[in-house]
């Protein structure tokens, strides 16, 4: 079954680095998403990605955050300057989209997630 | 700002019985309505999507949607001790360029 992937499982830096978490969206899918999960709260929104351009961003998006699909496959989230509380679990997750037709157009399926720690 | 509310729990239910979970949301715009299961320190696991009002049943599980009163439930019935884990509720904007999840409730199953 299609899945999709996320690279690293686990990424330790130190405050003040620049991270990359990298993504690979199952292949048939449009619409590609990155949320973050701070240990014990809510799966926040942070950015959502259609047709080689952000479609929408939350406040948390802000100029410290980047994304990029380099290639037909990778989506990735970069992160400049890392902050201590940007310690968190960051799920990437992706959507058939509406041309992909049938019931399941909208549903999200996510990956196992990067979780990033920051010392 | 558009919310989605849901009890933070724990809820408590004996193996075999019906668990109850309950959703909120803000935007009356919103179609598009999720059921995730999360186990701690995993990815969101899908469990039932729906659309329109009414029931869905799948398995074990329904989900049921009411858009006038801007609330969406998950029933599971004979529950297992597997079924011990946190419930999100995920809910779409007028788009799906953006999806807003709840805090979500934290089912105990005992045996």
């Known amino acids: 079954e299609p899945e999709v992937t996320q690279t690293p499982s686990h990424q330790v830096t130190q405050m003040g680095q620049e991270v990359i978490l990298r993504c690979v969206p199952i292949?048939?899918?449009?619409?590609f998403y990155w949320y973050r999960q701070i240990l014990g709260q809510k799966v926040e929104f942070l950015v959502s990605?259609?047709?080689?351009?952000?479609?929408?961003k939350s406040e948390i998006f802000d100029d410290q955050f980047s994304v990029e699909r380099p290639d037909g496959s990778n989506f990735t989230l970069k992160i400049r300057s890392t902050k201590l509380e940007d310690s968190a679990m960051y799920f990437c997750a992706s959507t058939p989209g509406q041309l992909a037709g049938g019931p399941g157009w909208s549903i999200q399926y996510f990956g196992a997630g990067t979780r990033l720690s920051v010392l | 700002q558009k919310e989605v509310e849901q009890n933070s729990g724990p809820l408590s239910v004996p193996e075999g019985a019906i668990a109850s979970l309950n959703c909120t949301y803000s935007d009356r715009g919103s179609q598009s309505f999720f059921w995730y299961r999360q186990y701690s320190g995993k990815s969101p696991e899908l469990i039932m999507s729906i659309y329109s009002n009414g029931d869905k049943e799948d398995g074990r599980f329904t989900a049921q949607l009411n858009k006038a009163s801007q609330y969406v439930s998950l029933l599971i019935r004979d529950s297992q001790p597997s079924d011990s884990a946190t419930y999100l509720c995920?809910?779409?904007?007028?788009?799906?360029?953006?999806?807003?999840f709840g805090s979500g409730t934290k089912l105990n199953v005992k045996p």
């Open positions: 990605f259609y047709n080689n351009e952000i479609s929408e």
């Open positions: 995920a809910v779409s904007g007028d788009n799906f360029n953006k999806f807003y």
């Open positions: 292949s048939n899918h449009l619409y």
